[in-house]
């Protein structure tokens, strides 16, 4: 009786270890001595205790970060680079079966596409174009793992380090380029200014009554600290006109009172 309880308990024990629960996100590949048989869905799963053996695969978006490469760019600038690339588990029976460790593997895999495409560019074109390159780096790394059944999502360029001089020498091209940017916008400015200036011109020069206008709007300017004194020499409506000089009307009896006046004056 006692050895049919002890052997009772080492069948439930045996039994109760072939548990397998398969969460969501995974899945898992059933060997059977060693040799492959099925995918195991999510849910409560049982296999065979010491005939089946189950690994499990993560099937969500997997990140992994690419370590910072030494480059020389194709215009002989060394800088490093580093970055971040994003996968996922197609097919977990090849990613298991067709690699040994695909997460070393996409590792290696990227690096050497990091490196190889920025070497081909310009530093230029990697400091402007980051996207454009993170795309080139996906694309190659794609084709070694389509047959491993995983998917590479994207690849992103996360910084780029450049040596000190260079760095002091991008500065100041920077702040030449701003500041030509700024005598540009300076100059634009001060044509604009004389084009409202010279049609300002020609419609006082029109009108008489707008130089008069003027006139008194600049003396109201000059007394407005209220401590000024004003003195006209001559009347100002013996001034001659801009109009009168443009069209030869300035006569000489007009220019003969504002002499006198000036030397009464003095």
């Given at each position: 009786m006692e050895y049919s309880l002890l052997l009772g308990i080492l069948i439930a024990l045996l039994m109760l270890s072939g548990i397998r629960v398969v969460f969501e996100y995974k899945r898992g590949i059933k060997f059977r001595f060693g040799k492959y048989i099925s995918i195991l869905n999510p849910g409560f799963r049982w296999i065979i205790p010491l005939v089946e053996s189950v690994q499990f695969v993560d099937v969500r978006v997997i990140t992994i970060n690419i370590l910072s490469q030494e480059v020389m760019t194709e215009d002989n600038v060394p800088c490093s680079i580093d970055g971040v690339l994003f996968f996922r588990i197609d097919d977990p029976e090849r990613a298991i079966l067709e690699?040994?460790?695909y997460t070393f593997a996409i590792t290696q895999l990227a690096q050497?596409?990091?490196r190889d495409v920025c070497g081909k560019v310009e530093l230029d074109t990697i400091l402007s174009k980051r996207e454009e390159i993170g795309?080139?780096?996906r694309n190659i790394v794609e084709l070694e793992t389509e047959e491993w059944g995983i998917v590479i999502i994207d690849v992103k360029i996360k910084d780029i380090q450049l040596p000190e001089?260079?760095?002091?020498?991008m500065a100041n091209q920077a702040e030449a380029e701003r500041s030509r940017r700024a005598r540009?916008?300076?100059a634009d400015a001060?044509?604009?200014a004389a084009s409202q200036l010279l049609?300002?011109?020609k419609l006082i020069d029109q009108s008489p009554s707008a130089i008069k206008l003027r006139l008194y709007q600049t003396l109201a300017n000059i007394a407005a600290e209220k401590n000024s004194t004003i003195v006209f020499p001559f009347p100002e409506e013996v001034l001659p006109r801009p109009l009168?000089?443009?069209n030869g009307e300035l006569t000489e009896e007009k220019l003969k009172k504002m002499s006198d006046l000036l030397s009464s004056v003095k």
């Open positions: 690699v040994e460790d050497a596409a990091l795309k080139n780096i001089n260079m760095r002091r020498m540009i916008i300076l001060e044509q604009q049609e300002a011109g009168d000089r443009m």
